[in-house]
């Protein structure tokens, strides 16, 4: 079980070889991340155009079911992508440039990880749904989420959570789609929009006609 002053301690120790310091970075862990081990999520300022680091999540059910160099890893993955936005200016992905942040501060240089025992520990936990049969978990790019898309998002869930079908629509079809600085989760999305039918609201009717059309063909 690792915490966030264990994520913290890891922060302070690459601080130490980065020379950044990252005492007010917003480090919070994600039960709502199940496709993803972490995200380093920033945006642009409109009037400096600087690039600021918005938060770095880190997934819960690593946390939970992680080995010390898995959750190690997924850490300096995410810190080598916010030592790209905060000390170069930018947001690079997953290219040479960061490759090298991330060799040099001790995290494996690539995009996904095969965390196939992981994932079944954390499944036989129950932290994550049975559903996710993929062994890639992806350590999501440094995403923009601009702040209007952010709170728009926040309303969709909140709305959604309440019952409301419209919320449940909307937030199916975000999962679905992507966009607002939602990382697609198809399979989830569909569960929304199925509640969303049960509720009575027509647009989401109209899409589940059209799914089971799809697979009737
Ligand atoms: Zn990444």
């Not at 996904?112 to 993929?134: C, F, Q, S, T």
């Not at 789609?177 to 939602?182: D, F, Q, R, T």
Request: proline letters at 3%; aromatic letters at 8%; a positive charge.
């Amino acid at each position: 079980m690792f915490t966030l002053s264990d994520i913290r301690a890891e922060f302070d120790r690459l601080d130490a070889i980065s020379g950044l310091n990252t005492k007010n970075v917003k480090i919070r862990i994600s039960t709502r991340m199940t496709q993803t081990l972490g995200v380093c999520r920033s945006r642009t300022n409109r009037e400096t155009k600087h690039i600021e680091i918005v938060d770095v999540a880190i997934a819960d059910y690593l946390c939970r079911y992680g080995t010390a160099e898995e959750f190690l890893d997924t850490v300096r993955h995410e810190y080598a992508h916010l030592y790209n936005i905060v000390h170069d200016g930018v947001r690079c992905g997953h290219d040479a440039r960061w490759k090298q942040t991330a060799r040099w501060l001790g995290a494996t240089p690539a995009r996904v990880a095969n965390y196939h025992d992981l994932l079944e520990r954390a499944r036989r936990g129950g932290a994550i749904p049975e559903k996710n049969k993929g062994g890639q978990l992806k350590k999501k790019d440094a995403i923009q989420v601009p702040r209007e898309s952010a709170e728009v998002f926040r309303q969709i869930c909140r709305l959604a959570a309440q019952g409301v079908s419209v919320g449940e629509f909307l937030l199916g079809k975000v999962l679905i789609e992507g966009g607002l600085g939602v990382i697609p989760a198809p399979e989830e999305g569909w569960t929304w929009i199925e509640r969303a039918a049960r509720h009575g609201e027509p647009r989401a009717i109209e899409w589940m006609q059209r799914k089971e059309n799809a697979y009737a063909k």
